[in-house]
């Protein structure tokens, strides 16, 4: 557009008025010719000099946009100079490069000076370097990331990814930030951004390895090479590094954040310090984040052992079942359990249950779902399909099998195992409480068992409950009965003593066999109740004949192993029969075989204490078990009752020659044998000849309620 003269006059006056003007504001102006199509500099001041590292001359003839970062857009002058030339005042905020190629944001205000004719002449620019004002507003957006991040539990590596994308476009140029923590003694990179993506990748270590500069609070790598990277960086015209480290509470490094700078332009000092400002909010967050997973860790661990609890198990479980797979659920349990706590406390069962876990691991070979389920049972899943037969056999051997070492001391172990299935139909929950019921079965049985659950396990342990429930019941009740079974000289067949045996016929449902109710009670802990009530029983009968002046037996009650080995059996068992002012020759105690006595120990101390204060201790079932020959030798007893199945099989010429060297043995030992469940006067004339003394069985009396023992004996 060409000005007539008056115009040129009048313009050239602005000019001068907007220059004096422009001396006198602290901000930078600069003066725009309006009249061109692309509005060149025409004057700016001293201070906008100032703000771009410049001189005067050089800044001269430019365009705005010359001054322009590559990522603004040309555009925006282009509507800012559209709107200035209607007459409207405008503002932008552009980021402005200087000459020596560093930026900065600059807020510029636009002011259209127009002659008196009310054409635009001039544009009249105001620059301020909103530089820290905008970082701050970025900055001030970091921290809300982060904190919305801890709040909202988003994941450690998203959030380190987001840190590292929000100074990538902080720094508005090419850089590469890497945030990477230490685990295990190592740095993993943790956090980053895609630029040089490929190139990362292949040179991963270089970044992984960290500061080059861990002694310095803070360092700005420029220009300065270091050794082994040296040639990486410099291919790919990497000559400025700023890193820092991140320490924990203890000082100790913990991680470390770097920022790799593309070219060599240095970081400013505003750029200096909105990366402290990102690493000390970093440091506040992986605080934060450590203590979180502190807290978790100990939320999901075992409080005795490093084991994952049982809180991990469903936690995890919960993921698994998500993935719609099947699998089964196995209990573990170890059967020793509390005979270990007793030697080494609760602290070596767990040290146990570490090494069995450990070698769980090892044995199945892949990490698998396993956790600490209760003091003595371990919990695994197995969601791969693992073979059952082959857990059975090659597992649980070499589980067993293996030595386990308690303070130098070695031991083995026996198993009881519940397994269960699950399946996208069937709920995990009810599937660990179909193990638990698979292993209350495998518990009934001795050495290592493992027991699939399936649904007559389930209806079985429901009949046990609801018969244990009516058990209790007729107990508190006095509704059980005692009979007495007469033992007899089998050499003139009178009576010598009674053995005791419980008998139940319940009002719902009806006559139960002891072996069945003296089982479920045994099972649920309640035996001891039983055997005191028998106990009691036999010493009112006892003590009513005392009183009425008859003649005295003495009786054989039958006392569980679980409840003989009772800490205070011994003592409630004298108080009992001492209450009733009974003699103590007249109270025998019978012990089944297949008591676990091989705690040989503490058997013989009990038994010794028994016979100190003169009860007798009889062997019950004799032969069953297979070392009967050498508790013998070893346990004071007094008695032995050879069981029946020997009884049954004495035609058997080996049996015959087994049965006398026992009687014979027992007779050394000044041991009394009593014969179980004659049935026959040939079993009676065959126990004889071997040299028993004593029998017992339906072929002379069965089992009889109180007042016909009574009779019996009245009519003697
Ligand atoms: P046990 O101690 O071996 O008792 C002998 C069992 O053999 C009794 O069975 C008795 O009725 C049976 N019997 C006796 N003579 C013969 C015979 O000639 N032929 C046959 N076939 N059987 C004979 P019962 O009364 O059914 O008791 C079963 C088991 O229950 C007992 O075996 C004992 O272990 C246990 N039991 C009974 N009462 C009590 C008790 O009060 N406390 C405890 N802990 N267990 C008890
Ligand atoms: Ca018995
Ligand atoms: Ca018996």
């Not at 001189?55 to 430019?62: C, F, P, Q």
């Not at 054409?119 to 004002?133: M, N, W």
């Not at 069937?426 to 599937?431: F, G, R």
């Amino acid at each position: 557009m060409t000005l007539n003269a008056h115009v040129q006059q009048e313009k050239k006056a602005l000019m001068q008025w907007l220059i004096r003007l422009g001396e006198q504001i602290q901000d930078g102006t600069v003066i725009l010719d309006a009249t061109s199509a692309s509005p060149e500099i025409l004057h700016c001041n001293e201070a906008f000099t100032k703000m771009m590292h410049g001189d005067a001359d050089v800044l001269k003839e430019k365009q705005l946009h010359h001054f322009n970062d590559d990522v603004t857009q040309q555009e925006l002058y282009q509507r800012f100079y559209f709107t200035l030339a209607t007459g409207q005042q405008q503002q932008l905020t552009v980021i402005t490069k200087r000459g020596d190629d560093t930026t900065f944001w600059n807020e510029v205000s636009g002011y259209p000076i127009s002659s008196t004719q009310g054409d635009v002449l001039l544009f009249f620019c105001i620059c301020r370097d909103v530089t820290s004002a905008i970082n701050d507003g970025v900055f001030s957006n970091i921290e809300k990331d982060v904190y919305a991040s801890i709040h909202e539990e988003r994941s450690l590596q998203s959030t380190l990814y987001d840190v590292c994308e929000q100074v990538r476009l902080f720094m508005r140029r090419p850089v590469y930030t890497v945030i990477c923590l230490k685990k295990n003694n190592q740095f993993y990179i943790a956090g980053k951004n895609d630029t040089f993506k490929q190139w990362h990748e292949r040179n991963e270590q270089a970044f992984r390895a960290g500061p080059y500069i861990y002694d310095e609070e803070e360092m700005i790598v420029s220009n300065r090479l270091w050794h082994h990277n040296r040639t990486l960086f410099q291919e790919q015209d990497i000559h400025c590094v700023w890193q820092q480290r991140i320490n924990n509470q203890q000082q100790r490094m913990v991680a470390h954040f770097s920022v790799y700078v593309d070219g060599s332009v240095r970081l400013t000092a505003q750029e200096r310090m909105y990366l402290q400002r990102v690493t000390n909010l970093l440091n506040v967050y992986l605080q934060v984040q450590q203590q979180k997973e502190e807290i978790e860790r100990l939320a999901y661990t075992d409080y005795y052992s490093t084991l994952p609890n049982h809180k991990y198990f469903t936690t995890s479980m919960q993921t698994i079942y998500r993935q719609r797979k099947d699998g089964h659920i196995v209990i573990l349990e170890i059967s020793e359990s509390q005979h270990i706590i007793d030697l080494y406390g609760r602290e070596g069962m767990s040290r146990l249950m570490e090494q069995m876990a450990n070698q769980m691991q090892q044995l199945v070979g892949e990490p698998i779902l396993l956790a600490r389920y209760d003091n003595a049972s371990l919990i695994v899943c197995n969601d791969r399909q693992y073979n059952m037969k082959k857990l059975n056999a090659h597992i649980l051997d070499n589980l067993t099998s293996a030595a386990y070492e308690l303070k130098e001391h070695k031991m083995y172990i026996t198993l009881k195992v519940g397994v269960s299935k699950y399946s996208a139909e069937t709920n995990w929950e009810e599937a660990i409480h179909h193990a638990e019921i698979a292993l209350s079965d495998a518990r009934k049985s001795i050495g290592t068992v493992m027991r699939m659950y399936d649904e007559s396990l389930k209806q079985n342990l429901q009949k046990e409950m609801d018969l244990l429930t009516h058990l209790l019941e007729d107990l508190q009740q006095r509704k059980l009965q005692v009979y007495l079974q007469p033992q007899v000289d089998l050499r003139t067949g009178e009576i010598v003593s009674f053995e005791a045996l419980a008998r139940w016929h319940s009002e719902l449902l009806g006559f139960v066999s002891p072996a069945e109710f003296i089982r479920v009670a045994e099972n649920a802990g309640k035996i001891h109740k039983l055997d005191m009530y028998i106990l009691h029983l036999v010493l009112e009968w006892q003590s009513e004949r005392k009183r009425k002046g008859l003649p005295m037996y003495p009786v054989s009650v039958n006392i569980s192993a679980d409840h003989f080995y009772y800490p205070t059996f011994v003592e409630d068992f004298t108080k009992k029969v001492d209450r009733f002012n009974i003699e103590h020759e007249l109270i025998k105690v019978e012990v089944t075989e297949s008591i676990e006595l091989n705690d040989m120990q503490r058997a013989k101390c009990i038994i010794s204490e028994l016979t100190e204060l003169g009860f007798d201790v009889s062997m019950d079932d004799f032969g069953v078990g297979y070392s009967s020959l050498s508790y013998l030798q070893q346990l004071p007893f007094r008695e032995i009752k050879i069981d029946r199945s020997f009884i049954n099989n004495l035609i058997d010429q080996r049996m015959h020659a087994v049965m006398r060297t026992i009687v014979q043995l027992s007779k050394d030992l000044s041991l009394r044998s009593v014969a179980e469940g004659i049935e026959t006067p040939e079993q009676q004339q065959k126990m004889l000849d071997i040299g028993c003394d004593i029998g017992q069985g339906y072929y002379f009396y069965r089992p009889m309620p109180l007042h016909e023992i009574d009779d019996i004996l009245y009519k003697k």
